[in-house]
């Protein structure tokens, strides 16, 4: 009897757990609408801030994004970027990412949706998607709504530059979505490093603080200069790169180094997720 004549009349592997699906099951989960919920937060709780504290700029004689964080909606979500790059941005991609197979597993319902049967290989390309689109969208959110309570609260203007000009609205939102591009891009290591603990645990709380503690990891060694041009293959070395569009003329050398190196590390993760999970017993 021929393989395909073995199967159930109809059963297509790639039509098994569709990706509404999948999206459908994790937007409906707390955590995913906490994160949300966070992200969408953060711009408020810095306004207030800045109403309390007063004008930041000037202070203790050091000029960056957040002295200039009041002087316009495109200022104040370029700060809010800035204040949440190194951590706060981590941790949805670590969340979303190293929780997907891993809860799956705690809950004892891997091996009910391998039987069904779904594909292995499909099973993780769903959910590495949906996870990854997730991602994307807590990235996203967050300078969206920096800029328009920042618009509200302290006006629609130019980009005023800290070290001196200014871009032009126009071109600040264009800056501004290519530094957002950059940093998903840039937290894909992440990602991959919680997605391969995501296979290879049944706790999602370890997937998830494993790859958090690992990027952090990676930022204390990126701090210890002593490296010298081995930081330069450290993904965290790259993290504020975007940096550079936010002058008059952009510089992109940072960008292009910083995505080589993400976009490598989180291939070979996800190659080693799927190598993995692949010939793994699953038993819960």
């Known amino acids: 009897m021929s393989a395909q004549s073995a199967t159930s009349h109809g059963y297509r592997p790639s039509h098994t757990l569709p990706l509404r699906v999948e999206l459908v099951r994790q937007l409906r989960r707390r955590r995913t609408l906490v994160m949300m919920a966070v992200l969408a937060i953060l711009p408020f709780v810095l306004v207030a801030a800045f109403a309390i504290g007063g004008d930041p700029a000037g202070r203790n004689g050091r000029i960056s994004l957040m002295t200039t964080a009041t002087q316009s909606g495109a200022n104040f979500a370029a700060t809010c970027l800035f204040v949440s790059a190194g951590f706060l941005l981590v941790i ?89 591009a950059y940093l998903f891009v840039s937290q894909l290591v992440t990602a991959g490093l919680g997605f391969w603990l995501s296979t290879k645990t049944d706790a999602p709380l370890g997937a998830v603080g494993g790859a958090v503690g690992l990027t952090i990891l990676g930022n204390v060694l990126d701090a210890v200069t002593a490296l010298g041009h081995w930081r330069s293959f450290l993904p965290a070395h790259w993290q504020f790169a975007w940096a550079d569009l936010i002058q008059p003329q952009p510089e992109w050398g940072g960008m292009i180094q910083g995505s080589a190196v993400s976009v490598t590390y989180a291939m070979v993760l996800v190659a080693l997720a799927f190598r993995g999970f692949g010939r793994k017993d699953v038993v819960s």
């Open 92 to 180: 949805p991609f670590a969340l979303f990412c190293g929780d997907t197979v891993a809860s799956e597993a705690s809950w004892s319902s891997l091996r009910y949706l391998l039987a069904a049967p779904v594909p292995r290989a499909r099973l993780l390309w769903s959910k590495l998607v949906v996870a990854l689109g997730l991602s994307a969208a807590a990235v996203v959110l967050l300078p969206v709504v920096a800029l328009a309570v920042g618009t509200v609260a302290y006006g629609w203007g130019p980009l005023q530059i800290p070290t001196g000009g200014a871009l032009d609205t126009g071109t600040a939102v264009q800056r501004l979505a290519v530094c957002v």
